[in-house]
C-alpha cells in the first residue's frame, strides 16, 4: 500500500506538467480553433532560458522574466505561423506551421544551449518530506501548487477582468464578438502569448526535477495533447483529471510492468477515447451549422 501511495504521488506532479501544457492548447482552441503543435518548444525554451536568468536573479526573481518571454515566443508563433492560416482558413497552414517553427526553435536551442542535458538548481531543499511514511520531495509539492495556481490565475483573469471577457465572447462566437467590436486578431494573439507563457512556466517547475535540454519539450508536448484530448479541450477540468490519470498510469506501469511500456496504457486510453467518445471525457460535442 505504501508503495502504490508513492507511485500515485509521484503521478500526480509529472500530471499536473501535462495539465498545464495541455491548458495552453484549451486557449488556442477556444479562440481559434487553432493549435500549437511546438508547445513541448515553449516548455523547452522556458526551461532554458530561466536556466540561463537564475544565476543572476535566484530561481523566484527568475520567474516573471521567463513568464514574459513566454508571452513574446506566444505572440511570435501567432503571428509567423498562425495569423495567415487563420485568414485563408487553412488547417493544414497551421499545423504546418506550428511544427515547423518548433522544430527551428530546437535547433536554435541546441546551437545555443548544446546537445547535452543540463541540471537546473532546485530553489528548495532536494531531500524528501516523510508524510505517513510517502516520501514527497518539496519540488513535486511547488509543481503541483504552481500548476493549479497557473490554470487558477488565467481562470480568474477569464471572468473577472474586461480583456478576459473579450477572450471568454471569442471563444463563444469569433464573428459574434467581431461584430461587438472585439478585435478577435488581438484576442488570438493574446490566447497564444497565454499559451506559451503557460508552457513555459511548466517548464521552470519540471526542470529542477528532470534535466534540461533542446529535446526535452518534444514528449512533454505529445503527452500533453493526449491529455487534451483525453480531458476535452473544452474542459478547464477535464485537462487536470486527464493529466493526473496520465501521470499516475505512467508511472505505476514503469513500477510494476517496466519502464519501457509506461507510455501504452495512456496511448491505448486516447485511442478509446477517440473511439468511443471524440470530443474527451468531459468535453462537449458541437453541432456546426452549415
Known sequence: MQILLQLIVSGIAV???YAVIAFGYQLTFATSKTLNFGQGEALMLGALVGLSVVPFTGYWLMLPIVLVFGLMQGSVVETLGVRQAIKTKS???WIMATIALGIIFQNLAENIWG???LRFPSPLPES??????VNVLPMEVLVVVGA?????????????SIYGKAVVATSNDRDAAGLMGINT????????ALSSMAA????????????????????????????AIIGGLSSGLGVVVGGLILGITETMTGF???????DVPGLILLLLVLSFKPSGLFGKATIKKV
Not at 185 to 192: A, E, L, P, Q
Not at 200 to 227: H, I, N, Q, Y
Not at 256 to 262: A, D, I, L, R
Request: aromatic share 10%; proline share 3%.
Open 15 to 17: 500530471g499536473m506538467i
Open 91 to 93: 488547417e493544414a497552414g
Open 115 to 117: 546537445r547535452d542535458d
Open 128 to 133: 524528501p518530506i516523510s508524510v505517513g511514511g
Open 148 to 160: 493549479l495556481a497557473m490554470m487558477l490565475a488565467v481562470e480568474l483573469f477569464n471572468r473577472r
Open 185 to 192: 486578431g488581438v484576442v488570438i494573439t493574446f490566447s497564444y
Open 200 to 227: 513555459a512556466f511548466a517548464g521552470v517547475l519540471v526542470a529542477p526535477v528532470t534535466l534540461t535540454g533542446a529535446t526535452m519539450g518534444s514528449a512533454l508536448g505529445l503527452k500533453a495533447f493526449a491529455v
Open 256 to 262: 510494476y510492468v517496466s519502464t519501457g511500456y509506461k
